[in-house]
């Protein structure tokens, strides 16, 4: 009863000045939400505003419902906030696939984490993928992946320990924000992995957290001491041509400055195709084929 009546408490306080303002009687005030068809009928200017939320929280449920109970996947206990989900193929994982996901998945569910990506190819084609797949989940979306580095390794060495898989076959990927992340936690622990591929990836932001209107001098610098990370890796770039978000001129850049430094890298811009090209990316065998392959190798 104590709690309630704090509830309530707190919601009238809510109303009050709404309710002082409109100096209305009850009867009139539903009498014009009957009228307007609002599906309102409490003068409370706050109420439109928990049903959209209402609304987008049963939308985004009805997305992810199609994530749970997949075969193979396998929720993690978290690490310092940090959701992560293990999938484990049927026969003999062939090595281990570190996923990071993009900025539209971030959260704390554990389940938004599935539905973009990697994941999604992992339940249509599971065939194509005789890997073991970490995917962790960034709570955050205004945090760089790097900043959570700490919890996602930990993530990578508890399913690797608990699954016996082999630490020294790890490759990384990533889509977006997480092929941001992808570059950046590879260039900080280059040894921790066989294999890079990064798609519609950008290296970095403004000094004011922006993705957009980077100067070129911010860009080179940053691309050229990613470049100088990874030399010593195998790296797959992957962008669409009319990307809006990330220009596929980062990745172009990327490869040339890999190449300037010797680096083993690819790169493939595919056509009339816009920022999500982690569609083809995941949805066709080359890549897939391409990291099995260095994963597979001794």
């Known amino acids: 009863m104590a709690c309630a009546r704090v509830m309530s408490d707190e919601y009238s306080k809510l109303l009050r000045p709404y309710q002082a303002e409109s100096r209305r009687s009850w009867k009139d005030l539903k009498k014009d939400h009957a009228e307007s068809g609002r599906d309102i009928i409490t003068p409370c200017p706050y109420m ?21 109970n ?7 206990e978290p690490i310092n906030g940090v959701q992560c989900t293990l999938w484990l193929p049927r026969g003999e994982p062939r090595g281990t696939l570190l996923f990071l996901h993009g900025r539209g998945q971030c959260g704390d569910d554990n389940e938004m984490n599935l ?10 084609a599971p065939e194509r993928w005789p890997l073991a797949v970490v995917i962790p989940q960034k709570p955050d979306p205004d945090e ?5 580095q700490r919890q996602v390794l930990r993530h990578l060495d508890s399913c690797i320990a608990d699954a016996d898989l082999d630490p020294q076959r790890v490759a990384i990927t990533g889509l977006s924000q997480g092929g941001h992340g992808t570059l950046h936690i590879a260039a900080n622990r280059p040894h921790r992995f066989r294999a890079v591929a990064a798609i519609c990836a950008f290296p970095t932001y403004n000094d004011e957290g922006q993705l957009k209107e980077v100067t070129k001098k911010e860009v080179a610098g940053e691309t050229a001491r990613l470049a100088d990370c990874l030399t010593s890796l ?9 990307d809006g978000i990330v220009p596929a001129d980062r990745s172009r850049e990327m490869q040339a400055a890999l190449k300037k430094r010797g680096g083993n890298v690819g790169l493939r811009v595919y056509k009339n195709t816009g920022h999500n090209a982690w569609k083809k990316a995941y949805g066709e065998s080359d890549l897939a084929d391409w ?8």
């Open 48 to 68: 439109q505003e928990i049903k959209e939320a209402k609304i987008r929280r049963q939308d985004a449920t009805r997305k992810r419902k199609v994530c749970k």
């Open 70 to 76: 997949k075969r193979g996947f396998s929720a993690r």
């Open 115 to 124: 539905t973009v990506g990697l994941p999604e190819w992992l339940e249509k």
């Open 144 to 148: 760089d992946w790097s900043a959570y």
């Open 234 to 242: 195998p790296v797959r770039l992957y962008h669409g041509e009319i």
């Open 291 to 298: 990291l099995v392959d260095h994963l597979s190798s001794t």
